[in-house]
């Protein structure tokens, strides 16, 4: 039988594809720290609980394709927030920010047409370019710049006449970046010039620990309403990964009309996730002001001991949920597998994400890997102490690896 | 702003398209029966319920993304419960069976690949290829022969060097046919002969109301395994349509590794809607059973209305949720607007869902309409004496429209 080139092309996702050699680990006894992905173990708010057993249906209807209005309420409440005005009829309901970078895709981008996005970037993005048939042009950032933006000359080199948008998260996934104020009216002004969109992904937004860094976001700025679109999700805020519950929000008003073809053609997001998501407006306490400094707390463990590594090199994140540092390997694609496959410190190893994972560009990223420091202080520091040893071992046989 | 011109090109939904009028009659104080969508109206067993509610995490977290295990095991004992093998390892869950046939276009397509139909099928298909840059080729069917398939010459010419499956419903929305044990053979013939995928959406496998039907599904044919694809979903089985809870089966093993690609590009399907459904498994007393019947018995009484509508012509159904009936009106489009803009009998009036959007061949369907009798019992008789008394006050005036 025949398969699409489509699908052959397409990659595992890198951080899933270690899965089976950590398994394997624990089958054999060894207690794997798992920093390769951003799940958060804080528990999440009882109210998306209450949400999800305050439910009085005794069906489960399809719900309106835009997001159930209570819900684009919250989106909008909490936008307010952070000083960002998005009306309930500007914002859709989408399954997970994964869905609404896919919809943009399809909506902005007809086959071949290419897409800006600074890298190292979330490893996903490839997925849906590669869905959508878009082509990603990164734009190359640096570890010794702290990964910030090139200047507007070097980003306007890179626009073709098939370039449609630039995308980008910001607090930056996988490299704790945050752009400054300036960056951000950088890239304003370069999509006003070209004509392009801007997608600002921030889904974690809430996530900066740095009081003197003031969070610019795309979405203040009128002059570019009807090139910006917000991604978001609940995910990272609320411990809800799992609920698949993000958002598209636009001014433009075109825009969301064909944003609604697409979001009538999958009908309608999973409905009591939707109900459980629409009641965290009624989070009681001071819940995001907490996560925010407990994961402070977890970012200053991880990054103080990788300081006390020798030769490991990275700059310290003002936010999301990851440090994206610079190893004494030469492959750590390799060593990430080798962790797994060959290696324990006093029965203990760890599971990373290679940096070549979040690189388009060959050769990038081979000596990187993205740790996250959203598990408990407990794990991180047994991490930690498990890297120092791991890389004292490896350093001495990985040439005959 | 510049848009794609898939999204351009995309329709809106021919079904919801007229939402915005009934929502004007409702606002008038008119009484709308909602005959133009399979939502059904019976209570959810109670065990999806206390499958959401016995979920004692605190997070939640990222699941499988092929789906957590137990609900991949009520899967396969559910087909089981059919006569149909196909283990947990088989079987992806995807969000609905929306996303199920979307993985499969991008699976087996490349961009202007082709895929036969019979028509009328299901609107949202045109979605799924349009988003996957898919090519629809019809099989014509007709509503004198109950809408079943022609013989297999017929379909043999249709396809091309381009062409790589076969997709139907079956019980087939929107005409309620059952395709016959041969009708099934001769599918397979053809997807052998000419190595085709076979791709059924057997979502409304449990609604047969003719005992003297035997069901026949294209996983019962061992010789098909490598092309057989069967897409389904809990949505109308279990009046859990927003859930969104599908899944994607096949014994065609590098398929499922590409499949998988697909699952882990969206991370997860909705964690909390899973947990319910794969406590499905535990519904007690006859649940599926009594929901059949009933069904059983609203089709019987819409189809009795309908005999008795003078220029009605409608095959009786012998499954799924619909009837597909032929109306003594030139446009039925313009009729489906017509009743909730310039109608009401007694200060009521209906809504129903225009054959032409169910037909990608131009200039058919015109004067059909589906008619779900998934409503209750009164709303069904409300429905067609509304009916009745709209075609005759529609026959003196329609020139005039």
């Known amino acids: 039988m025949n398969f699409s080139n489509r699908i052959q092309e397409m990659n595992f996702s890198p951080i899933r594809k270690l899965m089976p050699f950590a398994d394997a680990a624990e089958k054999k006894g060894i207690k794997v720290y ?18 999800l057993h305050n439910y009085e249906g005794k069906i489960i209807p399809y719900s309106d394709s835009k997001g159930i209005l209570p819900l684009r309420e919250t989106f909008s ?21 994964s869905e609404a970078i896919l919809f943009v895709m399809m909506a902005i981008c007809n086959i071949g047409d290419e897409i800006l996005i600074p890298e190292p970037f979330y490893s996903n993005y490839t997925s849906f370019t590669c869905f959508a048939g878009v082509k990603i042009v990164p734009i ?9 933006l090139p200047n507007m000359e070097d980003i306007e080199k890179l626009i073709t006449p098939k370039t449609r948008g630039i ?22 002004k370069v999509a006003k010039k070209h004509n392009l969109y801007i997608i600002a992904d921030e889904v974690y937004r809430q996530f900066i620990y740095d009081e003197s860094i003031e969070y610019t976001s795309v979405a203040q700025f009128k002059e570019l309403e009807n090139n910006t679109i917000l991604v978001d999700s609940i995910s ?35 409905t009591m996730e939707q109900y459980a998501a629409a009641n965290l407006i009624n989070t009681t306490g001071n819940y995001v002001e907490d996560v925010r400094l407990e994961y402070k707390k977890r970012r200053d463990l991880m990054y103080g001991y990788l300081q006390n590594i020798p030769g490991v090199v990275c700059p310290k994140p003002c936010g999301a949920l990851y440090i994206f540092a610079k190893l004494p390997v030469k492959e750590s ?3 990430a597998k080798w ?20 690189y388009q560009t060959p050769n990038k990223g081979t000596s990187e890997v993205r740790l996250s420091f959203c598990i408990s202080e407990d794990d991180i520091e047994n991490g930690m102490i498990v890297l120092k040893n791991a890389l004292e071992a490896y350093k001495n046989i990985e040439d005959s690896i």
């Open 34 to 51: 798992k920093l390769q992905i951003g799940q958060p173990n804080i528990a999440a708010p009882d109210s998306f609980f209450e949400g």
């Open 77 to 97: 409440k909490n936008y307010k927030k952070y000083g960002l005005s998005m009306g309930v009829d500007e914002i859709l309901v989408t399954q997970g920010g």
């Open 140 to 148: 190359p950032t640096k570890i010794e710049d702290d990964f910030h």
């Open 167 to 188: 995308l980008f998260s910001n607090p930056v996934n996988p490299t704790g970046t945050v752009y400054t104020g300036k960056e951000i009216e950088t890239i304003g």
């Open 236 to 270: 990272k805020h609320y411990s809800a990964c799992g609920a698949r519950i993000g958002s598209i929000a636009t001014k433009n008003k075109e825009l969301l009309g064909y944003f609604l073809k697409l979001c009538q053609s999958r009908l309608c997001v999973s």
């Open 333 to 335: 694609e390799k060593f």
């Open 339 to 358: 962790l797994l496959t060959d290696y324990s410190y006093e029965n203990k190893t760890l599971m990373v994400a290679p940096g070549p994972g979040f």
